[in-house]
Each structure stands twice: as C-alpha cells, then as structure tokens.
C-alpha cells in the first residue's frame, strides 16, 4: 500500500509526497516495526523541507520559509 500526503503552504506552494515505508524484522520474520515515515518522504520534494525531533517533524516551505510543525 503506497500513503500520499499532499501540503498546501499558505503561499500557494503545493506538493505530493509518497510516504516512505520502512519495516524491521526480527531473523526469523516476525516484524517489530512497520511504519510510514513523512521526514523520509520529504527528501524527495524541492518545494518543502522536513526537520525531525522527539516529538514530531517541523516541514518548512521552501518558497516562503513558513514553518509547521506536525507533532505526534
């Protein structure tokens, strides 16, 4: 399953990034973490910016420099 997540800056900057899926697996196949990441899919876009720390993710506009700050 692919996640797409579409950000709309104030500016009028619009971008669609595919979330990157990542999934840890123990030697004999069990998984122990499976997730989706916004950071990771960020590094593909050249209109925002994606910044990680404990509690979330800051994406920044690259237009316009406005920052947001997603929390988990």
Known sequence: MKMKLTIECDCGTTDTITLKR???SHE???VYEDYSSISDG???TL???G???PEGVYVTCLDCGKQHDLST
Do not use: H, P
Request: aromatic share 14%; hydrophobic share 20%.
């Open 22 to 24: 990542t999934t840890n």
């Open 28 to 30: 004999d196949g069990r």
């Open 42 to 44: 960020l590094e593909g």
């Open 47 to 49: 209109k925002f910016s």
């Open 51 to 53: 910044k990680v720390y």
